[in-house]
């Protein structure tokens, strides 16, 4: 057995999602910003050093001999000045030092010089205390006896300390930023929920005393509108069918109290005196239509329950419906003949599904239609097979016309057309032929209109299979 675990809140959700943003970008956009800033000193370091080394070549072609670097001294001192602690190295073809400045020793880098004509690297470099960026260029003259290395280096201390100090607070500010766009995040998505809560809250107020209560959906956020419409629609059909289940328990109290109160009367005047047993056995008599009329109507009641709970066919077979309704004509002929009515039937058709549910269906409607058949007329039956797959029946009979306003009411449950109530059916007939032509994938309707009603049925050839629900995992 597997346990479900509960999925997370829609606010934890978005919460997290607004973290995880958040966490991501943020980072990314520190490490541009990082990178930006170190490149930047970079390049504002190897600019200066490039305005040294152009400085220092362009004194270079004055030198004839390795003797006028000494006079020469002041020049490069004076190239130097202004340039942040510079230090300037140069050295002959041989390594020997021409040249240095006062601080760090550089002579160590003019070996690792570019071998080839002005070859340039900038690099960084550390001796014990500090740390410089460092341009090594070779640098030729005309002349075959004037190869130089010059060694370019200014100290980058105060932007190592600087970036070390920004980078400390640049990722402390995306941390604070992180938590606090969580945190944003998460008043932002209770405030967008509060129309939503708003809605649970009218829900909760609902009950079966107000099922007439709508959400008005100009009132909630766009984004809730199709949530409100659709409440609504479920409310309407939810009242709908509790009206309906209210004028059925209505219907069924109305439909057995009259038997009831037959029996209760019938058995209250026996026992008011002494009888012979042939008038008992007349009320006796009298009282079996009773019991069988209740025993009908409670039939037809868990009937159209299983089909309620069943809505769909199981043992299905292949029918001819042309044998089905001629067998049906044998057992109302009798009933026909004693009312003067004539039955007709036209075309044939097969079709597939469970033969006593489609037998009652066409025994209700036949039975119904011979009852308000009146004398000479005819019920006839039309069987036709449809272009589509389908199956058409037409049930039709001669008589007094129903008016428009029962037509869509005459499937219901305990509905009559006769206000009166009278004796004959509890109301049922056509509403188990309905139940049983749904579940068989069909459909049902009626038309009355110049002295003629008819009765429309379809049915697919081959109703869908049947959907088992699916088991709960735990």
């Given at each position: 057995?597997?346990?479900?675990?509960?999925?997370?809140?829609?606010?934890?959700?978005?919460?997290?999602?607004?973290?995880?943003?958040?966490?991501?970008?943020?980072?990314?956009?520190?490490?541009?910003?990082?990178?930006?800033?170190?490149?930047?000193?970079?390049?504002?370091?190897?600019?200066?050093?490039?305005?040294?080394?152009?400085?220092?070549?362009?004194?270079?072609?004055?030198?004839?001999?390795?003797?006028?670097?000494?006079?020469?001294?002041?020049?490069?001192?004076?190239?130097?000045?202004?340039?942040?602690?510079?230090?300037?190295?140069?050295?002959?073809?041989?390594?020997?030092?021409?040249?240095?400045?006062?601080?760090?020793?550089?002579?160590?880098?003019?070996?690792?010089?570019?071998?080839?004509?002005?070859?340039?690297?900038?690099?960084?470099?550390?001796?014990?205390?500090?740390?410089y960026r460092v341009l090594i260029r070779s640098a030729r003259?005309?002349?075959?006896?004037?190869?130089?290395?010059?060694?370019?280096?200014?100290?980058?201390?105060?932007?190592?300390?600087?970036?070390?100090?920004?980078?400390?607070?640049?990722?402390?500010?995306?941390?604070?930023?992180?938590?606090?766009?969580?945190?944003?995040?998460?008043?932002?998505?209770?405030?967008?929920?509060?129309?939503?809560?708003?809605?649970?809250?009218?829900?909760?107020?609902?009950?079966?005393?107000?099922?007439?209560?709508?959400?008005?959906?100009?009132?909630?956020?766009?984004?809730?509108?199709?949530?409100?419409?659709?409440?609504?629609?479920?409310?309407?059909?939810?009242?709908?069918?509790?009206?309906?289940?209210?004028?059925?328990?209505?219907?069924?109290?109305?439909?057995?109290?009259?038997?009831?109160?037959?029996?209760?009367?019938?058995?209250?005047?026996?026992?008011?005196?002494?009888?012979?047993?042939?008038?008992?056995?007349?009320?006796?008599?009298?009282?079996?239509?009773?019991?069988?009329?209740?025993?009908?109507?409670?039939?037809?009641?868990?009937?159209?329950?299983?089909?309620?709970?069943?809505?769909?066919?199981?043992?299905?077979?292949?029918?001819?419906?042309?044998?089905?309704?001629?067998?049906?004509?044998?057992?109302?002929?009798?009933?026909?003949?004693?009312?003067?009515?004539?039955?007709?039937?036209?075309?044939?058709?097969?079709?597939?599904?469970?033969?006593?549910?489609?037998?009652?269906?066409?025994?209700?409607?036949?039975?119904?239609?011979?009852?308000?058949?009146?004398?000479?007329?005819?019920?006839?039956?039309?069987?036709?097979?449809?272009?589509?797959?389908?199956?058409?029946?037409?049930?039709?009979?001669?008589?007094?016309?129903?008016?428009?306003?029962?037509?869509?009411?005459?499937?219901?449950?305990?509905?009559?057309?006769?206000?009166?109530?009278?004796?004959?059916?509890?109301?049922?007939?056509?509403?188990?032929?309905?139940?049983?032509?749904?579940?068989?994938?069909?459909?049902?309707?009626?038309?009355?209109?110049?002295?003629?009603?008819?009765?429309?049925?379809?049915?697919?050839?081959?109703?869908?299979?049947?959907?088992?629900?699916?088991?709960?995992?735990?």
């Open positions: 057995m597997r346990l479900l675990r509960r999925p997370l809140s829609l606010a934890l959700r978005l919460t997290l999602l607004f973290g995880i943003a958040a966490a991501t970008v943020f980072p990314v956009f520190g490490w541009i910003i990082s990178q930006s800033t170190e490149r930047h000193f970079a390049a504002e370091d190897t600019r200066e050093l490039e305005i040294i080394a152009r400085a220092v070549q362009d004194v270079l072609p004055r030198v004839r001999a390795t003797e006028d670097f000494t006079s020469l001294e002041q020049r490069f001192d004076d190239i130097l000045v202004g340039h942040h602690s510079a230090s300037l190295h140069i050295a002959g073809k041989d390594g020997q030092t021409l040249y240095a400045s006062p601080g760090p020793d550089l002579s160590a880098l003019a070996q690792v010089a570019d071998s080839r004509s002005n070859g340039t690297s900038v690099r960084q470099w550390s001796d014990a205390k500090h740390t003259k005309d002349t075959t006896e004037g190869a130089y290395t010059l060694v370019v280096a200014v100290p980058i201390d105060i932007h190592l300390r600087f970036l070390v100090a920004f980078r400390r607070t640049l990722w402390f500010m995306i941390a604070c930023s992180i938590f606090v766009m969580g945190l944003m995040g998460w008043i932002a998505v209770r405030q967008g929920h509060a129309p939503l809560h708003d809605i649970v809250a009218r829900i909760r107020r609902i009950s079966a005393n107000e099922l007439n209560t709508r959400l008005p959906p100009e009132s909630v956020p766009y984004e809730l509108r199709d949530l409100a419409v659709s409440f609504n629609e479920m409310l309407q059909r939810i009242d709908a069918a509790f009206h309906r289940l209210v004028d059925f328990n209505a219907d069924i109290a109305h439909e057995l109290r009259t038997p009831i109160t037959n029996l209760m009367t019938q058995t209250q005047v026996a026992l008011s005196r002494a009888r012979t047993i042939d008038e008992y056995r007349e009320i006796l008599y009298s009282n079996m239509e009773e019991y069988e009329r209740m025993a009908q109507m409670v039939s037809d009641m868990l009937f159209l329950a299983q089909t309620d709970n069943r809505p769909q066919t199981e043992n299905i077979t292949e029918l001819d419906l042309a044998a089905e309704v001629q067998a049906l004509f044998d057992y109302y002929e009798g009933w026909a003949e004693e009312r003067g009515v004539a039955l007709a039937l036209d075309g044939a058709a097969t079709v597939s599904g469970e033969r006593p549910m489609l037998r009652r269906a066409l025994g209700n409607l036949l039975s119904n239609a011979i009852r308000h058949t009146p004398a000479r007329g005819t019920v006839r039956v039309e069987l036709n097979a449809e272009h589509d797959g389908e199956i058409g029946i037409v049930v039709e009979n001669t008589g007094p016309e129903i008016a428009p306003e029962h037509l869509p009411k005459l499937f219901d449950r305990f509905y009559r057309v006769d206000p009166s109530r009278q004796r004959g059916g509890a109301g049922l007939g056509l509403a188990i032929v309905k139940s049983i032509i749904e579940a068989h994938g069909g459909k049902i309707g009626v038309t009355s209109a110049a002295g003629c009603t008819k009765f429309h049925i379809t049915l697919p050839k081959r109703p869908a299979p049947i959907r088992k629900p699916q088991q709960e995992q735990l």
